[in-house]
């Protein structure tokens, strides 16, 4: 126990003293805590009034789409954020060149969605497919988030994607107050989605005019190798994080996908702290990365330490709550959420770890062995989804995605030479061990 206090002392002094006052840190939890505060409370009218099938009806489609949209993300925001670190003054070229990437990904990603939500509601709800549809295109509207982030200027870019989700939360909130359906919810997602192109937009030109962007064909080729991996590791993680709903949605049925979503949103408060951190941490570890490995490698275990520990304290609290919690938020329609809620949550650890572990894939170049590790996850969550979904419905979905995410931390690692010493240092940080010393 001494050991703990002082290791987390050490990892808030850290970035508090890395940015003065006005931190990344601060900036990104205050839009964190507007998204999941204010969105936490939308959902639960959305829930109560849409109840479970109409609940599950829109979350099995925006899993989708979200799903989908990671193939229009491309992989390239860690890549680009990366290189702008690296080469500011090529922030025109790897902007634009990233920008055009996306723009020409949508349309048939857009459509292979339509497809797939005709398929997955039996031809019903067109409208409200193409309406989702629109949701696909959110990474070509984050494109400026990956130049706010590279710069620290993270107080920008709260500013103005969480005008956006206030905006569309309000919306929410108004529409499941005056009785709507469930297509209208799927509007506000669409415009949503336009409004946070739109302001990233506005705050961008107040730091500098739009000029120099400009597609660059070699530029593109180079992104996209180097984002190769990370475009499948994203799309494995996706499907491992995104496939038991909409599993759930085809071999039960909405209502039980509806139950779960509930037991979901709720655990995705875990998600915050290492969210957070990462994106405050990132600069200076790739920073440390070249100029001094001793430094490097204690930051990065710090972080480890720190995401693992605060997953632990939230997963802890949430199962030991959830047979409460659940009826007295969302009614005693969706008190079956109680158990998923209460597996799911220890997500937040494994969820945690998988961050940070991605860190060091990309520092050390290693991204081919996150793509592995990801879809060996993929493959287990789908699996083991087929195999308890229809026993044990939500409470299986969620069993299945916690042995997805432990098979890709703690199995997959030891099957790669170069990968086990960040295998040790996801296990050394339930016990504060030191790095291991070729991290």
């Known amino acids: 126990m001494p050991r703990i206090v002082p290791s987390f002392s050490a990892a808030i002094k850290t970035i508090t003293a890395r940015t003065g006052p006005a931190t990344s840190a601060f900036w990104l939890g205050l839009d964190r805590a507007v998204r999941i505060g204010l969105g936490f409370v939308v959902s639960v009218l959305v829930a109560r009034h849409l109840g479970p099938e109409g609940n599950g009806l829109l979350a099995a489609g925006l899993a989708l789409a979200a799903l989908l949209a990671s193939l229009v993300e491309l992989g390239l925001d860690i890549v680009v954020r990366r290189e702008l670190v690296r080469s500011p003054a090529r922030a025109g070229e790897l902007l634009g060149t990233m920008l055009g990437l996306r723009i020409m990904a949508v349309a048939p990603t857009a459509g292979i969605f339509l497809w797939l939500f005709s398929r997955q509601t039996d031809g019903g709800h067109p409208l409200l497919g193409v309406l989702l549809a629109v949701t696909v295109a959110l990474p070509v509207a984050q494109t400026l988030e990956t130049w706010f982030l590279s710069r620290d200027a993270a107080r920008q870019n709260v500013l103005a994607q969480s005008t956006a989700l206030v905006t569309g ?84 049925g909405e209502a039980a996908a509806g139950t779960y979503a509930v037991a979901v949103k709720l655990a995705e408060a875990g998600y915050v702290a290492p969210m957070v951190l990462v994106n405050a941490w990132f600069p200076r570890l790739t920073r440390l990365h070249a100029e001094d490995r001793p430094l490097y490698r204690a930051e990065l275990t710090r972080f480890f330490r720190l995401v693992t520990w605060l997953g632990v304290a939230f997963a802890g609290v949430a199962t030991l709550a959830a047979t409460h919690l659940v009826p007295l938020i969302y009614g005693a329609k969706f008190s079956g959420a109680a158990q998923p809620l209460a597996l799911y949550a220890w997500t937040a650890v494994l969820i945690g770890q998988g961050i940070a572990r991605s860190q060091w894939l990309l520092l050390e170049n290693l991204q081919v062995h996150g ?69």
């Open 169 to 252: 939360a309000l919306a929410r909130g108004a529409l499941a107050l005056a009785g709507a359906t469930v297509v209208a919810f799927g509007a506000v997602a669409a415009a949503e989605t336009v409004l946070v192109g739109g302001f990233l937009y506005l705050f961008y030109r107040r730091e500098r005019p739009v000029e120099g962007w400009r597609f660059d064909r070699a530029t593109a080729r180079t992104l996209l190798r180097d984002a190769a991996p990370l475009l499948a590791t994203t799309a494995a993680i996706t499907i491992y994080r995104r496939a038991d709903i909409i599993m759930l949605t085809h071999l039960t």
């Open 371 to 439: 793509l592995w590790f990801a879809l060996i996850g993929a493959g287990v969550n789908v699996a083991l989804n087929a195999l308890l979904i229809p026993r044990y419905g939500p409470s299986g979905a969620a069993l299945a995605c916690l042995g997805a995410h432990a098979t890709s931390l703690y199995l997959a690692p030891l099957f790669f030479p170069q990968t086990r010493t960040v295998w040790r240092a996801g296990l050394g940080a339930f016990f504060f061990r030191p790095a291991p010393p070729n991290l």
